[in-house]
């Protein structure tokens, strides 16, 4: 399991304020036992404008700034800002949140849902993309890590289902 507090702290933060959330990225493969690294908390995020508040509130103690623009550039992670945008790319007081909106692969919130599962992530059950529906997100992206990232959850997928295989040999 990884150990970056820091992407608890910012799981934490959402699930604390109630937001509607899906993990998905690099948390949801090593959720599902990918052994692959990860710099940030990937999440798609419903849009109701009920959810897009308790974003909004949510995340004010951890000072969202979008990321890799000029420092002192005048930004407001705030409820308008939320609903007139889609994706966000952030660096917060707790580390790299990307909030997107829209997954490419995937769609929004309610596309996804019933793709989703619970899975333990820093301590916590956390509704997480499936891994089914993570390599087809990742080809979908199709970015050089994104495919790189679409063979190791395959060959984690083939594992899986040969162990599951392999348990159901020795019970029947």
């Not at 890799?68 to 790319?89: C, Y």
């Not at 390599?135 to 190791?152: C, E, F, Y």
């Amino acid at each position: 399991m990884i150990e970056a507090p820091q992407f608890r702290r910012l799981l934490d933060t959402l699930e604390d304020g109630g937001v509607e959330y899906i993990v998905i990225g690099g948390l949801a493969a090593i959720a599902h036992g990918s052994s692959m690294l990860t710099q940030d908390v990937d999440v798609v995020y419903r849009r109701t404008a009920d959810n897009i508040a308790r974003l909004a509130a949510a995340l004010v103690p951890l000072n969202p700034y979008l990321r890799g623009v000029p420092p002192g550039l005048p930004f407001r992670f705030d409820e308008e800002t939320i609903s007139k945008g889609m994706n966000f790319t952030l660096t917060t007081d707790a580390g790299a949140l990307d909030l997107l909106g829209h997954m490419t692969g995937g769609g929004e919130f309610d596309d996804l849902i019933t793709f989703t599962e619970p899975l333990s992530i820093q301590g916590r059950t956390r509704r997480t993309l499936t891994l089914d529906a993570l390599i087809k997100a990742k080809r979908a992206a199709g970015r050089t890590k994104d495919l790189q990232a679409v063979s190791i959850l395959e060959a984690l997928r083939e594992e899986i289902a040969d162990e599951e295989e392999r348990l159901g040999d020795g019970h029947g």
